[in-house]
């Protein structure tokens, strides 16, 4: 069955500092693949998103996600964290031609000044 | 203003009533979502809708029902067989086929005590 693992359960740093977020998932087949973000209170908000080409892909607030097609892997990163980062990143995996999304276990980030 | 509505925001039931929570959207998205969000578990995938008069069971289906009999409106019925009702509700919709972007609601908090 197709699952999506985020290793990373929370994850604190400072401001400026660099993030890197994982996921993996664990379909072999052509995928289209998310990360979505919760900011306390709010609903959820497409970050970025791959479906083809570029492996590197490049999100809102500066983020940017790169596909590794022989690692399955889709990690998120950002260069420099703000405390408006603080949110929970949610990566998620749609399959083939159907609608099935599935989204990870998701990842808590705390961003301190 | 476009997008997805899901009402009450709360919810409380008493153990054994069934509970219906509404999920409406005027994006004219052809596929809609519910979810259920556990702390440290991410979002699950309860049932799914790619057309109208048509569902799946995602991956934790029991306990729950569904129906789409209109484009707009796909409800999400908890039962008294759902052991553990008490969780966040979130709905969602996107295009039918390869999901391009899915959208979300606020979600239902559903309390039962």
């Known amino acids: 069955a197709q699952s999506v693992s985020q290793h990373n359960h929370h994850v604190i740093l400072s401001e400026a500092a660099s993030l890197e977020l994982g996921c993996n998932y664990s379909?072999?087949?052509?995928?289209?693949l998310f990360w979505y973000v919760q900011y306390p209170g709010q609903h959820l908000q497409l970050l970025l998103k791959?479906?083809?080409?570029?492996?590197l892909v490049k999100g809102i607030k500066g983020f940017e996600a790169e596909f590794i097609k022989s690692k399955f892997s889709f990690n998120l990163r950002k260069p420099s964290v703000q405390w408006s980062d603080t949110a929970e990143y949610f990566c998620?995996?749609?399959?083939?031609?159907?609608?099935?999304?599935?989204f990870g276990a998701g990842t808590r980030l705390a961003v301190h000044p | 203003d476009g997008g997805i509505t899901q009402s009450p925001k709360y919810l409380f039931r008493k153990e054994g009533q069934n509970v219906t929570l509404s999920c409406e959207q005027n994006?004219?998205?052809?596929?809609m979502y519910w979810y259920r969000q556990d702390p440290g578990q991410g979002l699950r995938l309860i049932y799914y809708?790619?057309?109208?008069?048509?569902?799946q069971k995602g991956d934790i289906a029991e306990g729950y029902s569904v129906s789409r009999e209109k484009k707009e409106s796909f409800p999400l019925t908890v039962t008294s067989a759902q052991k553990n009702p008490t969780a966040f509700y979130l709905c969602?919709?996107?295009?039918?086929?390869?999901?391009?972007?899915?959208?979300f609601g606020q979600g239902t908090r559903l309390t039962v005590v």
């Open positions: 969602a919709s996107s295009t039918r086929g390869p999901v391009t972007e899915a959208f």
């Open positions: 379909y072999g087949g052509t995928v289209n």
């Open positions: 791959y479906f083809s080409g570029d492996p």
């Open positions: 998620a995996v749609n399959s083939g031609g159907y609608n099935k999304l599935i």
């Open positions: 994006l004219n998205h052809d596929a």
């Open positions: 809708s790619q057309i109208v008069n048509d569902f």
